[in-house]
Nanobody, 123 residues
Framework: QVQLVESGGGLVQAGGSLRLSCAAS????????MGWYRQAPEKQRELVAI???????NYADSVKGRFTISSDNAKSTVDLQMNSLRPEDTAVYYC?????????????????WGPGTQVTVSS
């Protein structure tokens, strides 16, 4: 079983910065990709940023140039540096990862979600 735990959320004024961190734990062989999603009230969960095991990144257009995703494969962690925050960035931010696990004698991919961390940006 694999688990993800986020940290670093909080309240910040518009224009400020926050850094989110996510750590993976449990039994797995490797990680294909890790990423951050967010869900604002009454809106669907959306991709914020993602990074694969090779270091390739992808960002939502709304955060390009403001957010930076990074990972440490050795520590199984992923961070999201958020700068120039806007009120519309307010949401619960979720860490997501796709793990490589061994089950029933076969290699499999399985995705997990963290419980989420609240980010609130005041105007």
């Amino acid at each position: 079983q694999v688990q993800l735990v986020e940290s670093g959320g909080g309240l910040v004024q518009a224009g400020g910065s926050l850094r989110l961190s996510c750590a993976a734990s449990g039994s797995f062989f490797g990680i294909n990709r890790m990423g951050w999603y967010r869900q604002a009230p009454e809106k669907q969960r959306e991709l914020v940023a993602i990074i694969n095991s090779g270091g390739t990144t992808n960002y939502a257009d709304s955060v390009k140039g403001r957010f930076t995703i990074s990972s440490d494969n050795a520590k199984s962690t992923v961070d999201l540096q958020m700068n120039s925050l806007r009120p519309e960035d307010t949401a619960v931010y979720y860490c997501n990862a796709e793990f490589i696990v061994r089950r029933d004698g076969s290699w499999r991919s399985t995705a997990s979600w963290g419980p989420g961390t609240q980010v609130t940006v005041s105007s």
